[in-house]
């Protein structure tokens, strides 16, 4: 079987909307051979370019055409590609667990590289470079939560413990 062959079965075999780049398929062959077979793929329609070497399976939808990839797809197949960690900048941290009903007006994400912005299916997503400090917990679940409390006043945290106490799972008799 041909590298183009085996690129264009492990393409087939990703869901609908899943966003990839060329390192994820760096075991099959060498970078150059990939972004070419790449292209191809993406000149034909069977993939689609989102740009800054990141390519999706497109979702189609009978009524919309195609659907634009979900967003934390796109930037972890960027982190992926440029080997930065990412991570929601505090705003939308807070936002995204209810701590604040504001809004963020920009798709902000705090990275370990320098600062710009990307613009994928005509989103921008604004980057910004933070100190390995404000990066706790990049990568994983926590770290939306350790990023939204940065949002947070002392006064939100004071009192928290007589309001919930620790509870005792032990007969203290």
Known sequence: MSISQSLKKLVDTKMPGSVFCANDFSDVADRGTI??????FAKSGVIRRLGFGLYDKPQRSSLLGDLMPDISDVINAYARRTGQTLTLDPASAANTLSLTTQVPGQLTFLTDGKSHTLTICGVDIKLVHASPKKLAGAGHPMGIIIQGFFTQSR?????LAEIHPTPCFYDQS
């Open 155 to 159: 006064e939100n945290f004071d009192g």
């Open 35 to 40: 972004d070419v077979n790449l292209h191809r």
